[in-house]
């Protein structure tokens, strides 16, 4: 199945279909150079598959983990594709999760000023949420995603087979952002995980949660309106990420984080009942006082007051100011 994604800076094509990390090669125009950059946890036969279709292709293989998304191996990937000789024609694929992607996109953005990447994303999180959309980046400081650019793919290949191989703590986080989206902008999405198991559902959940940030991605590309209902449960999310110190996954710390934001009842509880059935945590025990700092020092806040994304029916998102006072009263401190 072919997905087109239609931006400013270019229109793409999402292809989504079982085996595909078999088909790469007949996408790619076969004078144009290759770089594969993937990490050390993404299983070894998915390399050798891309291997034995661009047998010239240069690859980097950094060590696994969001620490390692930082400047120096994004360095490292810049030192690399120079040695390669890589020049504006060629192309970098980026093969593995989340780590991957920003890592190579943003090195693709920068290279050169700004050379094609395509993203095969093998996790659960980086085929419904973070291989499209454009956003590039590196942690910097602490600060996650604080060094990076917009950098759209020129084309994503998702290959669900891939997942086979994926541990299910990583399964079940990466679906957190789809029963997200479901909360936001996709009720039936939403009924899936209420109803259905999501293993026997798993192409349909990543079709609709593509579809579903398709059409945030091209009517805000940037970010500047419509596009802030994606942070819905990340503001205390990244919070509980940070505070937590990596002891939780980022999809879990956005379950727990819709879990603070959402009041109305009926809403919650069908959100619990969700997380529940995936085994996805409901809290955990962080030091309040902490989450609230980080909260209020976060960059979306403005002045006393944080834009806080709410759900007060299932499907549909509004944007609310809290101030101080409530972004305490939902940590109970
Ligand atoms: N750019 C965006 O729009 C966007 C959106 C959401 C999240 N993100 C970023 O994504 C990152 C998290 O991504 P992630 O959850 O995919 O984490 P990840 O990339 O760290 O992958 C998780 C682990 O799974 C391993 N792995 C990958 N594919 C595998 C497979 N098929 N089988 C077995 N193991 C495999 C990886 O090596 C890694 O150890 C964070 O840095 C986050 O900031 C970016």
Known sequence: MEIKVHTREKDYSILLERGALYQVKDYVDAKRRVFIVTDSLVPKEYLSILQKQFPNAKSFVFESGEKNKNLSTYAEILKYMLEAQ?????VVIALGGGVVGDLSGFAAATYMRGIDYINIPTT?????DSS??????VDFEGVKNSVGAFHQPSLVIIDPDTLKTLPKRQIRNGLAEAVKMGMTGDEKLFAIFEKEDYMDHMEEIIERSLRYKKRIVEEDEKETGIRRVLNFGHTYGHAYESVMDGRYLHGECVGMGMMRVVKEESVKERLQSVLLRLELPLSCDADQEEVYKRIVNDKKSVGDAVNIIQVNQIGKAVTEVWKKEEIKEALGV
């Open 124 to 128: 659960v999180l980086s085929q419904i």
């Open 132 to 137: 499209i959309g454009g956003k590039t980046a």
């Open 86 to 90: 890589l020049d504006r024609k060629d």
